[in-house]
Structures are given as structure tokens and as C-alpha cells.
């Protein structure tokens, strides 16, 4: 099976450009030049020293040893957390700031929800002095409002969208209108591996620096480059194809994602797209998402804002489908005591999204010579309000 992504921006069946005639040529240039320039010795150049020198790569792999003794086998934790702006986000906000640069971009537009992704792109505009603009639904600006101030002391416009449901779709809408009307001087960053084509490829080829380190890192500590199981949570997708993209063709290496299932699978308020989705087209991409039979999209739900999204990256929509990945499902209540006690037994608070990925270890059976690989994608200090509110500190 072929996992990656064919001349036509496909994915088995997902993928693709589902785009207005307006974007044609913004998508065009970015689809003819991508390559071009992320392989080219001068990106990687750039793109590794900034990764090194900024972001503070190798991020480690840590051998957790009293998660280990838990669940009687041998877990380490890809430390995304300790990345620049605590989580992997940056990995592709730089990939993109330079890519833009290459192309000759000055303004750089991005949406966002809970505004992790605004806040690396805030990040990486002020590190090469570019321009930012950050679309927001209004809810959002007022609902995150320390990453809002953020944002706004690394120098972006936060402009607050007031159309729809003031959330992520309708930032995002607001976003690509940006983009047809700027389509010389600005490049939009987007923040998973999701959108048109080649977005998806894109995005997971700068994340994929996570597989590449943890096969390395494994070598050393292990003597083996390849783990038994990968685990990752899925909001999005692009921790988890950075951690899986080395691995993809290894059938030895078990994929384990994990999605938001809210407040259970069959609540109606969940945000487990692959399980529950079925094919249609959302920001651009054909892939699994939640809707109606009408085909409306089905408001997602999860207590982390980073997995509540109604649709998936297409890799991830094709690793579900060919069955490459089994997908798990994780409500807030599971994710919430996986995160305390990966902070009681190995004095690391991770995000709640990360939280997900964590909480499935419980719904696994491993043997004692397994080597598991969780990829801890966030640090959980944008969580603090939710943690004290729910676990009651
Ligand atoms: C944004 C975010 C996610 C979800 O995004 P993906 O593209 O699925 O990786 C997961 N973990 C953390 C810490 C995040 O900030």
C-alpha cells in the first residue's frame, strides 16, 4: 500500500484541491515550487539550524519508567512539549516562514481556534520580521484570551471574525477571502495537515523531523530503530504524521491514533472523525468528516480545543480506511486522568490533547518486551484552568 501522496494530491481516496476558481494560482505557485525549494540544500540549511538554534532540536525520548512499570511493558515519550512555545507547532510555522520567504511573500495571514497555531505563527513572523495577520472567530478571541495577548506582544493583527459561529470554520472562510485578494504578496499559513493540496504533504514532510529523530533516538537507547507501537493523537493530524511519517511502511510498527471522543462516541457531542465521519469535502481536501445526512457539518465537540475539529487530514482519512492505523476514541473524563497521572508518575503536565494520546495505553494489551512510542505533542500550561476546574485542585 502507498502512503504517500500521488501527483494529484491524493491519498487513496482522500485529498485533492476542492478549491474556489479565485485560490487557482495562489495554490498553483505554492503546488509547482513546494518541493523545489523545501529540498533544496539552502531550505535545509535554514530549516535545520532554526529547528536546532530556535526551536531547541532533537527534542529527547524519554524512557518513562514508572509508566512503564504501570502498564508492564517499556513506554517512552517523544518530548514535543519542549519545543519553543511548548508543543510541535513550530515545527511547521518555521518550514512555512521560510518557504514564504523563498517565494518572495512579505504578509503572512493564518487562522485559528484556540490559537496555538496563531501564537507559532505570531512567533515565527516576529523571528523574520513579516507582517501577520491572524484571523479568529470572535467566541475564540474572547474564550482564549491569554493566547490572544500573546499573539498581539509578538506583534500580529488579531482580527476577530463576527460571521457565523465565530469560531474556526468561520476564521478560516475569512482567511482564504484574505488570501484571493492578496494572492502576489501573502502566504497563508495553515496549521495541520489539512487544506488542498499540498498542504497535507507540506505540513507532514515539516513535521516528519519527529520520526526521523525518534528512529535515531530509538537506535541508541534500544538497538532497534522501529517501535512496536506508535501512539498520537489525531485532531488534525500533523503531530501524528510527523511521529508516524518514517514509519509508514514499516507493517511492523503498529499506528495507533487517537481522537476526541468528547463526551462518548455516541454522545453527539465528539469530535471522533474517523470513526463516526464519512466522505465529503472540507477546507479544500476530500476526507472523513462529521455531517448530516443533508451534508452539513456536524458541530465537533471536546474539552480540548485541539482536537475539536469536524474534519481529518486525507493521510489520516486514508490510514483509517486501508486500516494502516487503528483508531481510538478517548473522552475528556479518560484524557483528563491520563494527564494527572502522567504528571503524578513522571512529573510531566501534558496538553490535553496530548492527554488523549496518553489515555489509550489503558486500552491497549502489551507485551513486556514492547517498546511503545507516545508522541507527547504539548506541554500542558494552556490547560491549567481546565485541569484545576475539572480535577479540582
Ligand atoms: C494543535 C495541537 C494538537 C492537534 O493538532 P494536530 O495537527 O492533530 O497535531 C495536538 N496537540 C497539541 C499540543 C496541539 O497544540
Known amino acids: 500500500m502507498n502512503f504517500e501522496v500521488d501527483q494529484r494530491g491524493f491519498y487513496g481516496d482522500f485529498g485533492g484541491a476542492y478549491i474556489p476558481e479565485m485560490l487557482y494560482p495562489n495554490i498553483r505557485e505554492l503546488e509547482d515550487n513546494y518541493l523545489k525549494i523545501i529540498e533544496s540544500d539552502q531550505f535545509r540549511d535554514e530549516f535545520g539550524q532554526l529547528l536546532r538554534d530556535y526551536a531547541g532540536r532533537p527534542t529527547p525520548l524519554f524512557r518513562a519508567g514508572r509508566l512503564s512499570e504501570h502498564y508492564g511493558t517499556h513506554i517512552y515519550l517523544k518530548r514535543e512539549d519542549l519545543n519553543h512555545t511548548g508543543a510541535h507547532k513550530i515545527n511547521n510555522t518555521i518550514g512555512q516562514i521560510l518557504l514564504a520567504r523563498h517565494l518572495g511573500k512579505e504578509r503572512i495571514i493564518a487562522e485559528t481556534g484556540a490559537g496555538q497555531h496563531g501564537v507559532a505563527t505570531a512567533t515565527v513572523c516576529a523571528l523574520s520580521g513579516m507582517h501577520c495577520i491572524v ?18 506582544m509578538l506583534g500580529a493583527e488579531v482580527v476577530p471574525v463576527h460571521s457565523g459561529n465565530k469560531t474556526l470554520k468561520d476564521a478560516t472562510n475569512e482567511a482564504i477571502r484574505d ?33 526521523k529523530e525518534i528512529k535515531v533516538q530509538l537506535a541508541e537507547k534500544t538497538g532497534r530503530h522501529y517501535p ?6 489525531v485532531g488534525g493530524g500533523s503531530n501524528a504524521a510527523g511521529a508516524y511519517y518514517h514509519f509508514l511502511n514499516d507493517e511492523r510498527v503498529k499506528l495507533i491514533s487517537v481522537e476526541a471522543a468528547g463526551m462518548g462516541v455516541n454522545s453527539g457531542l465528539t469530535a471522533a472523525t474517523s470513526l463516526l465521519g464519512s466522505t465529503g469535502i472540507i477546507h479544500g481536501s476530500k476526507t472523513l468528516l462529521l455531517q448530516d445526512g443533508d451534508g452539513q457539518i456536524k458541530e465537533p465537540y471536546s474539552l480540548s480545543a485541539g482536537l475539536d475539529y469536524p474534519g481529518v487530514g486525507p493521510l489520516h482519512a486514508w490510514l483509517a480506511q486501508s486500516g494502516r492505523a487503528t483508531v481510538f476514541a478517548v473522552t475528556d473524563e479518560e484524557a483528563l486522568q491520563a494527564a494527572l497521572m502522567c504528571a503524578r508518575k513522571e512529573g510531566i503536565i501534558p496538553a490535553l490533547e496530548t492527554a488523549h494520546a496518553l489515555a489509550v495505553l489503558d486500552k491497549l494489551k502489551f507485551g513486556q518486551d514492547d517498546t511503545v512510542v ?4 504539548g506541554r500542558g500550561d494552556k490547560d491549567m484552568e481546565t485541569y484545576i476546574d475539572k480535577l479540582g485542585f
Open 135 to 152: 484571523y479568529m472567530g470572535a467566541l475564540d478571541v474572547e474564550r482564549q484570551a491569554p493566547n490572544v495577548k500573546k499573539m498581539k
Open 179 to 211: 488570501w484571493i485578494n492578496h494572492p502576489v504578496d501573502t502566504h497563508y499559513i495553515i496549521g495541520s495537515v489539512v487544506g488542498p493540496h499540498p498542504y497535507p504533504d507540506m505540513v507532514t514532510r515539516f513535521q516528519s523531523v519527529i520520526s
Open 228 to 233: 512496536d507501537y506508535l501512539v498520537a493523537c
Open 374 to 377: 507516545v508522541n507527547l505533542s
